[in-house]
């Protein structure tokens, strides 16, 4: 039940921290006002910050995914 409930609360904020990503082209984040973009270059600290702030919510989200597929495998739930 636990493990239900963080994967569908780090599904949700994954799909979130995706969307905020800066676009690298034409796409859903086009949409919402990424394709103006500034011409400093480089990453600054607030979008370093989001990727890893992403990928650990992805590793999170990851290890939910195999741990209920053990438990449902062996019987666990």
Request: net charge positive; hydrophobic share 55%; aromatic share 6%.
């Amino acid at each position: 039940m636990i493990l239900t409930a963080l994967l569908v609360i780090t599904s949700c904020l994954l799909i979130l921290m995706v969307l905020l990503h800066k676009g690298r082209g034409g796409g859903l984040s086009d949409m919402f006002g990424g394709g103006v973009s500034s011409s400093l270059g480089g990453s600054s600290v607030a979008e370093r910050n989001l990727d890893r702030l992403t990928v650990g919510i992805g590793v999170i989200w990851f290890a939910c995914v195999i741990a209920l597929g053990l438990l449902l495998a062996y019987g666990g739930i």
